[in-house]
Antibody
Framework: EVQLVESGGGLVQPGGSLRLSCAAS????????MHWVRQTTGKGLEWVSS???????HYPDSVKGRFTISRENAKDSLYLQVNNLRAGDSAIYYC?????????????WGQGTTVTVSS | EIVMTQSPATLSVSPGERATLSCRAS??????LAWYQQKPGQAPRLLIF???TRATGIPARFSGSGSGTEFTLTISSLQSEDFAVYYC???????????FGQGTKLEIK
């Protein structure tokens, strides 16, 4: 079964850091682009980072310099290091995959991990 | 930055009827548009990519159309399981930028 499982969320104080993880199974992880998408409570979806099969990374301006996406193909794992967290970063963080040679949408998603930024 | 605007915010439709959801881009995104469905407590599910191509396993009652700045998701005969929130996503500048619309909630009338 193709599956993505996120972990690492939790309660953190403003200015703090977390490392989110996403474990992949059931497919050849190294051949897919991977993404993090977040969803604030009751709000919509926001793309926050992508990493290609050659480890090229991309971020929106809203998180650039604070978030770092990485992957470890030998462990079929994706990561998101989130630093200098703000209240506005509180959200469910999903990992998702897409084809690497073209974009056919985010066809597999994890169940999400919740990050709460509060003092 | 390309802004995606979905309308209406909430759409009330009876089961068995047709639902038409709209998504507008602030500038042309060609056919680089996807649609997702999200039910409460679940992750989004890919429905459509390339503006009109159904993803694997998506029923034929879901169809997408449009190009440039105007897009439509049509559900031809609503089933009970179709009541959910729907998001559009543009990927005209992939892999460096993706933008979602704010969503349309499809509710039972």
């Amino acid at each position: 079964e193709v599956q993505l499982v996120e972990s690492g969320g939790g309660l953190v104080q403003p200015g703090g850091s977390l490392r989110l993880s996403c474990a992949a199974s059931g497919f050849t992880f190294s051949t897919y682009d991977m993404h993090w998408v977040r969803q604030t409570t009751g709000k919509g979806l926001e793309w926050v980072s992508s990493i290609g099969t050659n480890a090229d990374t991309h971020y929106p301006d809203s998180v650039k310099g604070r978030f770092t996406i990485s992957r470890e193909n030998a462990k079929d794992s994706l990561y998101l290091q989130v630093n200098n967290l703000r209240a506005g970063d509180s959200a469910i963080y999903y990992c998702a995959r897409s084809a690497s040679y073209s974009y056919y949408g985010l066809d597999v998603w994890g169940q999400g991990t919740t990050v709460t930024v509060s003092s | 930055e390309i802004v995606m605007t979905q309308s209406p915010a909430t759409l009330s439709v009876s089961p068995g009827e047709r639902a038409t959801l709209s998504c507008r881009a602030s500038q042309s995104v060609s056919s680089n548009l996807a649609w997702y469905q999200q039910k409460p407590g679940q992750a989004p599910r890919l429905l459509i990519f390339g503006a009109s191509t159904r993803a694997t396993g998506i029923p034929a009652r879901f169809s997408g159309s449009g190009s440039g700045t105007e897009f439509t998701l049509t559900i031809s005969s609503l089933q009970s399981e179709d009541f959910a929130v729907y998001y559009c996503q543009q990927y005209n500048n992939w892999p460096s930028m993706y933008t979602f619309g704010q969503g349309t909630k499809l509710e039972i009338k």
